[in-house]
């Protein structure tokens, strides 16, 4: 779509994303650069003057407030606001002439709308359209109504809950008082033991010292005849008190020196920290949801080879982007990341060496894994803007890059052995899981919705490892029917697909990764050494690609 001054050449005619309602009406071609709401009209600078002197008091908004130009006009293109003039057989799609020039040229059958509108109000379905209509607004505005209603229930669940919340952290707080009273009461009666002890030997000095004092005292008042008789008394009176004094201090000397240590319990602070709340909120239904169990309805294939490519595709990676688009990785020889459309049909593509697996990170960007057997490899973020793929930035790891998946502004990176988490700039945080018993242990890595569980798939160890957020191990699982773990993916609902690669299996296990729900599909289904799962949730499709594989296989789920 033009914008600002861009136009796109028909021949000899302009033709703008938005032209002047005004000057078409005198058969001229000039581009809008206004908006009149009320007046419903496109205008250009010239004759929005002019809609000013007659209208002063109708908002008019220029190309800065384009958000607020009119989304709806009966006879008009909602996105290029010209006049509707045919009807897209092939899409059944009502075009204006720039509808037709951008985007259903090589369409096979369009037809004027003028002859698909004759008589058509007399025709039944016309007439039925006005209860249908009022059949639907009731329907809404029942369930608008229940919204309502569940609104209101929703805010008195988080008032009661955040009652309770308070109501607990009361109850904490004084089990924390008891706990501080008891030890400081520990406290004060071992220091009242320690402060008997030294205080007795301080009283025995203060006597000691006063005797010697007061013999001193005596030995020198000392007259009279038996002075020197007297002077020898105590000289051996005081001479005996002196070693009593000196028996004393090196009895003091000779005790340990006692000091009060306290030593807290080690477990109370990490365990504090690690409570990240005090509990689990969880809306009721959601496991039932993630643990309800799907077959297979109905298996379609899509070729994704393009004409200019000599090799089969092995597709390494798949993910869905919000606007319905599919993004895949080309892995194979053809090395390539492609958007498909709605319809499964590639759109664009880029060449990139080494693309493994990638994942969705924004509304518009993918994470790609780009992997060449290097300690130098890295990860590419792809910007999707206007149905084109565009590289945005990169990051480069000290490991092989194989897998990647993304929660909360944070990527995980699997690189055959062990899995990394960094931040979305690139930097590392940490090394979650590490497994040297084979050579492909970390295949492929998804993350549930609430990022309590990491799951890994183990190529050699033929299991599914489910592990906390420090990269404790949960739980590991195997079936007979899942040989060469490698595809998974997990559903922005939680629930989780798993496939084989050498048995050609995809199964369904429960959202805690401990047992299989169902089996989804066998090689009868279409299934080739599967290694990349994307579920587009709000189809139920879950889409599979292979090694050597031309295809795609989107596989129609239902609820067994």
């Not at 006009?73 to 006049?83: F, N, P, T, V, Y």
């Not at 030890?183 to 009666?189: A, H, P």
């Not at 909120?281 to 309800?292: I, R, Y």
Request: aromatic share 6%.
């Amino acid at each position: 779509m033009a914008t600002g001054g861009s136009s796109i050449y028909k021949g000899s005619d302009l033709i703008y994303d938005l032209s002047c309602s005004k000057c078409e009406e005198n058969d001229l071609n000039t581009e809008a650069q206004h908006f009149c709401p009320e007046c419903e009209h496109h205008l250009c600078n010239k004759c929005v003057k002019i809609h000013e002197e007659y209208f002063k008091k109708h908002a008019v908004y220029g190309r800065g407030d384009i958000h607020k130009w009119a989304t709806f006009s009966m006879d008009r293109c909602d996105q290029h606001g010209k006049e509707l003039e045919v009807l897209c057989d092939d899409h059944q799609e009502l075009c204006c002439s720039v509808c037709v020039s951008l985007n259903h040229r090589l369409c096979k059958s369009i037809s004027h709308l003028p002859d698909r509108a004759k008589g058509f109000h007399e025709k039944a379905e016309f007439r039925q359209l006005s209860a249908a209509v009022d059949k639907m607004r009731n329907r809404l505005d029942e369930m608008k109504k229940a919204g309502r209603k569940d609104q209101a229930k929703l805010k008195d669940s988080y008032k009661k809950i955040v009652a309770e919340i308070k109501f607990l952290r009361k109850e904490i707080d004084a089990i924390l008082d008891q706990i501080e009273k008891a030890t400081i009461e520990q406290l004060d009666n071992m220091i009242g033991d320690l402060e008997k002890d030294v205080n007795d030997d301080v009283v025995k000095c203060v006597k000691m010292n006063d005797q010697l004092k007061n013999m001193m005292e005596k030995i020198n008042q000392m007259i009279g005849k038996r002075k020197e008789t007297n002077a020898y008394i105590g000289y051996r009176k005081c001479t005996a008190k002196l070693t009593q004094a000196d028996n004393l201090i090196g009895k003091i000397q000779r005790k340990p020196k006692e000091e009060i240590q306290y030593e807290f319990d080690k477990t109370i602070e990490p365990f504090l920290k690690s409570l990240k709340t005090f509990g689990f909120s969880e809306v009721k239904g959601s496991e039932a949801n993630k643990n309800c169990a799907y077959q297979v309805v109905k298996s379609t294939q899509y070729n994704v080879r393009m004409k200019q490519e000599t090799e089969l595709c092995s597709i390494t990676g798949i993910c869905e982007l919000p606007n319905g688009h599919i993004v895949i990785s080309d892995g194979g020889s053809n090395s390539s990341i492609k958007l498909l459309n709605s319809q499964f049909e590639v759109i664009d593509h880029f060449d990139l060496p080494g693309p493994n697996d990638l994942c969705s990170i924004a509304a518009n960007e993918v994470a790609v894994a780009v992997g060449t057997d290097t300690k130098k490899d890295e990860v590419q973020i792809i910007k999707v803007a206007q149905g084109r793929l565009q590289k945005k930035r990169k990051f480069t790891t000290d490991y092989i890059c194989f897998s990647i998946a993304h929660h909360e502004n944070q990527l995980y990176v699997g690189s055959k052995t062990a899995l990394y988490q960094h931040t979305m700039d690139g930097r590392l945080v940490k090394k979650i899981h590490e497994d040297k018993s084979g050579k492909l242990t970390v295949v492929r890595c998804a993350v549930s919705p609430d990022g309590e569980i990491i799951y890994v798939s183990n190529f050699d160890g033929n299991k599914l490892i489910s592990l906390d957020r420090c990269g404790r191990v949960l739980s590991s699982f195997t079936d007979p029917e899942l040989q060469s773990v490698s595809g998974l993916c997990v559903s922005p609902s939680g629930l989780v697909f798993v496939s084989g690669g050498s048995s050609d299996t995809v199964i369904q296990v429960d959202s805690e990764g401990t047992k299989k729900l169902a089996t989804l599909a066998r090689k009868a289904d279409g299934m080739n050494t599967p290694i990349a799962l994307c579920l587009v949730e709000n189809t139920s499709t879950l889409v599979v690609g292979g090694q050597k594989e031309d295809d795609i296989v989107v596989l129609q789920l239902g609820k067994i």
